[in-house]
């Protein structure tokens, strides 16, 4: 069946570094895949997603890596700031009736002032 | 501009007892989604309804039913609590087609005694 694991579940990191947060998943007709941010209390909330027809996208200081070969998905976040700390989760689109996600269990991120 | 709006935010209920969360989202989207998160795990999908007029079992439907009241919402009912039911529940839309965001509600928190 489809899976989504996240290699690490917490990530500690100093202000001013860069994360990456790295996530497998098992279904190879996967075709979208999508990184949220869950704050403490809050709902996930949209970081950057990426088709299975790319292997990289950019947005505003958070990259995505798309790694098909061994299926594995990464998001990179530069210069990390104490208002990353969050729990990020993967999450990933199957060929299934009604574009269900798949998620992944979570890495908390904590950032360390 | 709301975006998808879910209430109570919380509630306690005693087993036996029923409910109903409601969302309503002012997106104009097509498809919207109910999950549950429980600690330690990834969101799981209840119940979706891929347009106003249909609703299909999600992973962990038993013990919920669902109404797409119109296309703006989408209620989730507990008919008889049960302790398995304590978790925090999420409502989601997506406007259709391939490749569009998931948007979450900001939770709401369910205790079943």
């Known amino acids: 069946g489809e899976s989504v694991g996240l290699h690490l579940p917490t990530l500690s990191v100093q202000e001013g570094d860069n994360s990456i947060i790295n996530c497998a998943y098992s279904?190879?007709?996967?075709?979208?895949f999508i990184w949220y941010k869950q704050e403490s209390g809050k709902g996930p909330q949209f970081i950057i997603d990426i088709r299975s027809n790319m292997d990289k996208r950019q947005g505003q200081r958070v990259t995505v890596l798309l790694n098909k070969t061994v299926k594995h998905l990464s998001l990179q976040i530069a210069a990390t700031q104490p208002g990353d700390s969050a729990v990020y989760f993967c999450?990933?689109?199957?060929?299934?009736?009604?574009?269900?996600?798949?998620f992944g269990g979570g890495t908390r991120l904590m950032v360390k002032p | 501009n709301a975006g998808v709006t879910q209430t109570p935010k919380f509630q306690v209920l005693k087993t036996g007892q029923s409910m109903t969360l409601q969302c309503a989202q002012d997106m104009n989207h097509n498809s919207m989604y109910w999950y549950r998160q429980d600690p330690g795990m990834g969101l799981r999908l209840i119940y979706y309804s891929a347009s106003e007029g249909t609703t299909d079992k999600g992973e962990v439907p038993n013990g919920y039913n669902v109404s797409r009241l119109n296309k703006r919402e989408f209620s989730l009912r507990l008919e008889s609590a049960a302790p398995s039911q304590t978790s925090v529940y999420f409502c989601?839309?997506?406007?259709?087609?391939?490749?569009?965001?998931?948007?979450f509600g900001e939770g709401s928190w369910l205790t079943v005694v």
């Open positions: 999450a990933e689109r199957g060929n299934n009736a009604g574009n269900m996600l798949t």
């Open positions: 989601a839309s997506r406007s259709g087609g391939s490749g569009n965001t998931i948007y």
């Open positions: 279904n190879s007709a996967s075709d979208y």
